[in-house]
């Protein structure tokens, strides 16, 4: 009970009301609406933000958009990179492999809202593809066969996308050096990973486009024009909040008439 | 991900009243009442004869005299009105609020009584300690009742910032892949000690360590929720942006937290009716203090 005294709330009852708390706005205050905080010192901040309408070429880009950015439970809001991408690719990595990544992504558009460039100090990097021989795959211990492992993205690769709400802040993108056993296979599948961690995009079959996410095309090894499209799409501005699918299609999305 | 020992504490705040009789006379007498169910508390009594105690009937409630001596060793404090639009992004973020249930009233704020004093462990380089000391000084300057310090021994600390690759301070962290706080608090809801890990894979450089170090420690000062609501350049936003800024709401949001003109570690459920029971007060055009011991009030004193 030592600290129960520390506190007491007074009141004490006067006459005079002249000079008692200053800068306090009723809420009667005509000034008051629900687009301003009243701080202490009479300081008021807007809280809302204008969002502009995603304008799709046509109705297949805004399905495939959809399908692209919300498609699976674990893509229920929208995320985005809320800087640009620096990305630092480790000395590790064999140099024929890093031109190639290099070149990949540099062929990335750049928008206002989205920029990806390559760095060559670790520090100043928000990107980290990382050959390590710490790698641990997703299936180590797992029953899989060697046919599923062997078709999946990740039998040599694993990302880490942290995030704070909606808004990634760093990427980690690991791989085994020693265990590129087929190098083209492998660049495709870092292509398509990067790719999908430029805004945590699902790769499915259920595109009707060409797209690096498109799982019934087999023959794509770079970006396409809609993923270029798709990436324009989804950093025409930036979100504060998280938004699900009902709220884009209700708030943001329209068609080209 | 945050874990957090959940403990709740009680912490009492009382409504006195001050009745000022003879108004028309140039000196006014005056005399402190106190609400009955307040009196009661203090004085823990079950029941109060009436007879017996020199009391008042006041817009409809019933106030009973108090008179102790002047305590030196206490002092007023201006209660610390705010506009409810301000109290609207205060609430969920100070008590935690996800959804508005019942149970919600029984969350508490969470503060820290004494001065924190932090130890870095080594391999928190010179320029990570730096940047965030510089934090830090602009918390000490803006907020009162809040005292921050870097300190060199262990020993000394109560709050431990470390990385994966060190020795793991706090056990509660030890399973946590990402990066976060574990603080501990008393009955009172005191925060007494806590720790930041930094995991040097998911933040694998000075920046991404500043900027992860710079959000859980504020956190960390209230086991504070953060608003989705706010725009992501605000310390209070639950949105991430490499460029934060400690904004005016940002500021006052900790300020007010911090404040001597409220009452602390208290749920929301008490919170609420001294804000209601406050503006009633308020709008009959009088004014509410706060006491405090002389000995809490460290800063600016």
Known sequence: MKNCFTIFLICLFTNNSSGQIRNFYSEKNPEKNNSYVVLKNDTIFSKTAN???????????????????????????????????????????????RKEMVHFIKTFPRFKNFKVSIVNNLEMANYYVKGTIGFKSIFEGKNYSEEIIQKSLYNNL??????????????????????????????????IVFFITMGNFQQNYWLKTNSLLNRKVDT??????????????????????????????KEYADYKK | MLTIKNKFALVLCSVFVQLIFAQNQPRSATARYLKIQNYKTIFKLKSINLDSVDHRFYKGDTLIKYD??????????????????????YVPIAFRLSHDTKDSLKQTMKYWRNDIKIYFSKNITRGVKKEFESFTQFINRNVDSLNIEIVK????????????????YE??????????????????????KGAIKLNNDEVFNDQLKIAQLKVRFLQSLGHFTFDKRLDCKHYFSNCYSPNKEFTKLDLELLQYHYSYGICKGISLESFKSFHEESNKIKDRGQKIFITHLKSNLRKNN
Not at chain 1, 176 to 186: A, C, M, Q
């Open chain 1, 220 to 249: 794509i090894h770079d970006l396409t024009k809609f993923d270029q499209r798709l990436l324009r799409y989804h950093y025409l501005q930036l979100y504060n909040e998280s938004i699900d699918v009902q709220t884009f299609i």
């Open chain 2, 171 to 192: 056990s509660q962290l030890k399973e946590n892949r990402n990066s976060g706080y574990y603080i501990y608090w008393n009955r009172d809801n005191q925060i007494y």
């Open chain 1, 51 to 97: 969002y502009k309408k995603v304008i799709f070429d046509n109705e297949q880009d805004g399905n495939d958009y959809l399908k692209a950015v919300f498609h699976y439970k674990n893509a229920k809001y929208l995320k985005q990179w809320k800087s640009e991408v620096r990305v630092y690719l480790s000395k590790k990595i064999d140099k024929k492999l």
């Open chain 1, 158 to 191: 694993n990302y880490r996308l942290k995030s704070d709400g909606n808004g990634y802040k760093s990427c980690v993108l690991s791989f085994h050096p020693d265990k590129i056993y087929d190098e083209e296979s492998f660049l495709k599948k870092f292509k």
């Open chain 2, 153 to 168: 021994k262990i020993e000394r600390s109560n709050f431990i910032v470390y990385t994966s690759d060190d020795y793991n």
């Open chain 2, 68 to 89: 102790p001596k002047p305590d030196p060793n206490k002092v007023l404090v201006p209660f610390d009105f705010r506009d409810s639009s301000f109290l609207d992004y």
